[in-house]
Nanobody, 121 residues
Framework: QVQVAESGGGLVQAGGSLRLSCTASGRTFSNSGMGWFRQPPGKERKFVASINWSGDSTYVVDSVRDRFTISSDNAKNTVYLQMNALKSDDTAVYYC??????????????WGQGTQVTVSS
């Protein structure tokens, strides 16, 4: 059974940076990957970025592509979301998920518990 755990959230001033981490444990699928999603207060959860397990294929949504980077450390089974030039609109609970297919953000196998990111203006 796969489990994931996020860390790295917190309070940051606008313009600052944060790096979120997500570590997976348990069985994974060879063609699967991991993704980051976020849910702002009172809004729906939305996809942000994904990466395959080998780390050579990534996708980041257009709205944050110039500021957010997804990467992985396979030796640690950990995926990172580097967030720069943060804005108040980035305030949300950020969730990590294992994806059955890294190219399909709807193929979530398991969710993490989420980590809060708050950007103060």
């Amino acid at each position: 059974q796969v489990q994931v755990a996020e860390s790295g959230g917190g309070l940051v001033q606008a313009g600052g940076s944060l790096r979120l981490s997500c570590t997976a444990s348990g069985r994974t699928f060879s063609n699967s990957g991991m993704g980051w999603f976020r849910q702002p207060p009172g809004k729906e959860r939305k996809f942000v970025a994904s990466i395959n397990w080998s780390g050579d294929s990534t996708y980041v949504v257009d709205s944050v592509r110039d500021r957010f980077t997804i990467s992985s450390d396979n030796a640690k089974n950990t995926v990172y979301l580097q967030m720069n030039a943060l804005k108040s609109d980035d305030t949300a609970v950020y969730y990590c998920a294992v994806l059955r297919s890294y190219s399909d953000y709807r193929s979530v196998v398991v969710w993490g518990q989420g980590t809060q990111v708050t950007v103060s203006s």
